[in-house]
């Protein structure tokens, strides 16, 4: 029995040992139209880290020759069909200024921005690749107009800008959660300042208003006047462009407290709902709005 366990484990070892060894033979060879060949059923099968070994070898031996075109573009896209999105942007770069006129070149230009995309970083992280690849995909756009693959980079595109609103929402919100204040309306209206778009405008908006209130409210007696009159002038300024926003019950609740702390008279204030219960309250009034819509559909 131990002699046949240990023949059958030999056996194995003898041919995973040969799988190898013939990979790597092929690999170090100089046989262009066998490596050529293997390559390509390595890349229909879906072994593409293998592929992209063997037509990146093979790239040396069909320099300057008709297949040349064709290696290259194959080892690109075995890179990125295995994910290695760095290695196959490279590649398609490379591909794409040494053989403009191939008709594989349309295509590795669309894939190249599909890797700049895709290497991109979630909001929290560094946006600097996400700058690199929207400014690749704005040039391609605007030099291929009529390309086929102009609603897929268009989509990107808003996907992209979309992130960087958000990073720059969030970094501003964060001042808010650290009750600063003060810095925290700063932040919100240099958010809008450098993007009046963001499509976060409306929460934005809310945040300034609310910083300022708070802002006053914790403020010295001294300065709360002058405080809440800026208060003011946000409120005035949401209310104005967004009349029907989810936050206009808070905000005007909030109006009132301010309207009474600078010695006019107001209605009724909700003293006893605390922003929380606001929060909970624009919830439920949104998700309502949208089973609202869906029954509609």
Known sequence: MKLRFFLTVLS????????????ELLLNSNDADAKYEAAFEYFNNGKYSKAAS???SLAMLTDGTERDDTVRYYWGLSNYKG????????????????????????EARYLRLDCLYLQTLRYELDQTPTYKAMNAISEYILEFPSSTHIKECRDMLVELGERLDKK????????????????????????????????YREDILYYIAMSSYKYAHNSIPSKQKERYL????????????????KYRKELDSVYKKAQKALGKRTGDVDDDMSERDFAKERKKMMKAAKKAQQEEK
Do not use: H, W
């Open 168 to 199: 720059a929402y969030e970094s501003a919100r964060l001042y808010y959660k650290m009750e600063d204040y003060l810095a925290s309306r700063i932040a919100f209206r240099n958010v809008l300042k450098d993007d009046s778009e963001n499509i």
């Open 12 to 23: 194995a070892v003898v041919m995973l040992s040969s799988c190898k060894s013939q990979f």
């Open 230 to 245: 800026t208060f003011v002038d946000d409120y005035l300024n949401f209310i104005g462009e967004i009349p029907e926003s």
């Open 83 to 106: 994910k290695d999105y760095y290695t196959a942007d490279t590649n398609f770069e490379t591909f794409v200024e040494s053989y403009p006129r191939s008709p594989f070149a349309s």
């Open 54 to 56: 063997l037509f990146e």
